[in-house]
């Protein structure tokens, strides 16, 4: 049996483990099992040798996150369309953990650049920008001199610079103009909804090959507009929505005829919304449970 004190140290460093390998994944299951694993490998080990239990557990953890990334490229690469994240769905808005769980490094738009980076870069540029770790802690987790992770995570910031999403905005404001936004859609408001979107706008969609999306997304506020709106002039009532937290920042649930359709996080620049995420894939939506 494990020690209670062995115990204790790994449960305390679990959210951290958790946000780590699904920062690195994407995928809420396969962030599970790297934290699975990185449990067995703890209870093998002799913890009286260990200078600390936080280091030894992040660097396990990022590795085998690291192993595992590595090991899917390739079918992401062979994915139908965009690859987005699993969303992270929180029901109530007000919620403390939700506020506390909110962060830029956890959105659906920052996960979508990160897939441009490779596993160790990733690695090394979340552990720095993500959870503040100086350059030497990550030399270690990764086994590279400091030199080279300094290079590492400055090439991976130039990459990400003109690709991240650029707007910071309060909470308050992105929830009101979502509410105005889901209102617009809900009632099939076509003025209202192009009213609420930015000219270049874009909508990302992730139906995995699955249910319909557009490759490369729809972009521009008419193209947008007219889906909205013509969701609702097909659909009517049997559409519907719910305001949530996806991934620490606010989105909606879209339900047709009471079943889950897409959960959809937003950007916005404080004035209009400028991105739509929207997850339709259904193997991405099952762990969310919710009603309309």
Request: hydrophobic share 45%.
């Given at each position: 049996m494990e020690h209670p004190v062995a115990l204790d140290t790994f449960q305390a460093l679990r959210p951290r483990l958790f946000g780590i390998a699904y920062r690195m994944l994407g995928?809420?299951?396969?962030?599970?099992?790297?934290?699975?694993?990185?449990?067995?490998?703890?209870?093998?080990?002799?913890?009286?040798?260990?200078?600390?239990?936080?280091?030894?557990?992040?660097?396990?953890?990022?590795?085998?996150?690291?192993?595992?990334?590595?090991?899917?490229?390739?079918?992401?690469?062979?994915?139908?369309?965009?690859?987005?994240?699993?969303?992270?769905?929180?029901?109530?808005?007000?919620?403390?953990?939700?506020?506390?769980?909110?962060?830029?490094?956890?959105?659906?738009?920052?996960?979508?650049?990160?897939?441009?980076?490779?596993?160790?870069?990733?690695?090394?540029?979340?552990l720095r920008q993500a959870f503040d770790y100086d350059y030497g802690e990550i030399a270690t987790v990764l086994g590279k001199t400091e030199p080279a992770v300094r290079q590492s995570v400055h090439r991976a910031a130039e990459r990400l610079k003109l690709e991240r999403p650029r707007f910071e905005v309060p909470r308050e404001t992105h929830l009101r103009l979502l509410q105005r936004f889901v209102a617009a859609a809900?009632?099939?408001?076509?003025?209202?909804?192009?009213?609420?979107?930015?000219d270049n706008v874009a909508a990302i969609g992730d139906g995995g090959g699955k249910v319909p999306s557009v490759p490369g997304?729809?972009?521009?506020?008419?193209?947008?507009?007219?889906?909205?709106?013509?969701?609702?002039r097909r659909l009517g009532d049997r559409i519907s929505y719910r305001i949530v937290s996806i991934n620490g920042t606010p989105g909606f649930l879209r339900f047709v005829e009471g079943k889950l359709e897409s959960a959809q996080a937003v950007v916005t620049d404080g004035e209009r919304i400028v991105t739509f995420y929207a997850v339709r894939n259904p193997d991405k939506l099952a762990r969310i449970v919710a009603a309309p």
């Open positions: 995928v809420r299951a396969d962030a599970e099992d790297v934290v699975q694993d990185a449990w067995l490998r703890w209870t093998a080990t002799d913890h009286d040798a260990l200078q600390s239990a936080e280091a030894w557990l992040v660097t396990v953890t990022t590795r085998l996150a690291i192993d595992r990334l590595r090991a899917a490229r390739a079918e992401r690469e062979a994915y139908y369309g965009e690859w987005l994240a699993e969303p992270i769905v929180q029901l109530d808005e007000d919620s403390p953990e939700n506020i506390a769980e909110r962060a830029d490094d956890l959105s659906l738009a920052f996960l979508h650049v990160l897939e441009r980076l490779g596993p160790e870069e990733r690695a090394a540029y979340l809900s009632t099939g408001d076509r003025a209202s909804i192009r009213a609420l979107l930015a997304g729809m972009h521009g506020g008419e193209r947008v507009t007219n889906l909205f709106w013509a969701n609702h």
